[in-house]
């Protein structure tokens, strides 16, 4: 599994848009990148998933260069329902048993 | 979507008592299942991989004998913390997969299990 890196807080404010990086240096070709959204006290939600280039849907966009070794999960104006923690997972569409692992995450902070 | 539904939501249990947690596919079948513990303030960490008709998968530090884990349909996995001690306070989460998707690998999680052990 790669492992990912991102930075362990984000500071922001309301009405701003809000890019959150991730390295995953290792990342194999099969891999898809994953990001997840979890509030306090409960579980994580699917935000978006892209495998290059740029995804978007109705709450983010996902940017991914070219060698794939990193991605940026970008979020349209913030507002205060979307501090969270935000994990940046890769791997491959495998087997049933594919284990999702967690990283450290990225602790976003949304102020008024 | 599908939906993962997990119960109780909290649970407070004396120290040495046997406390149960249901996860269950409310949508669809889900052969594999996985259980996640997550301390304060802390990302979340796989506990064991749960398989429908078979033993579960546990990861490395994990005591099986602790964490008793049955996956006895399709639909449900229960995980049941033995002799509880505070120090397994915790919030576990499990997550089943959808095959049926192709979209986050079908991967959903339960809203979890905020476990206090007195």
């Known amino acids: 599994l790669a492992k990912t890196t991102q930075p362990i807080s984000m500071d922001s404010y309301e009405g701003q848009e809000v890019n959150i990086t991730c390295s995953h240096n290792?990342?194999?070709?099969?891999?898809?990148i994953t990001w997840y959204q979890q509030f306090p006290s409960q579980g994580p939600r699917f935000i978006i998933q892209g495998y290059k280039t740029k995804v978007t849907n109705e709450v983010a966009s996902l940017f991914i260069p070219a060698d794939r070794k990193s991605s940026t999960l970008s979020l349209p104006r913030v507002s205060l329902s979307d501090t969270a923690v935000y994990y940046c997972l890769v791997g491959g569409r495998m087997d049933s048993s594919y284990k999702l692992i967690f990283g450290s995450g990225t602790r976003l902070l949304v102020r008024p | 979507g599908a939906v993962v539904s997990q119960h109780p939501s909290r649970v407070i249990c004396k120290s040495g008592t046997s406390v149960k947690i249901e996860c269950r596919s409310l949508?669809?079948?889900?052969?594999?299942m996985f259980w996640y513990r997550q301390f304060p303030k802390q990302s979340l960490m796989l506990m064991a991989t749960s398989n429908e008709g078979s033993k579960a998968t546990y990861e490395q530090g994990v005591e099986k004998d602790k964490f008793l884990i049955n996956h006895a349909s399709l639909t449900l996995s229960t995980l049941t913390v033995t002799s509880a001690h505070p120090e397994d306070s915790s919030f576990y989460i499990c997550?089943?997969?959808?095959?049926?998707?192709?979209?986050?690998?079908?991967?959903?999680f339960g809203s979890g299990t905020r476990l206090t052990v007195v």
């Open positions: 949508d669809f079948q889900a052969t594999t």
């Open positions: 997550s089943a997969r959808d095959r049926r998707s192709g979209v986050n690998y079908g991967y959903t």
């Open positions: 290792n990342i194999a070709t099969n891999d898809y």
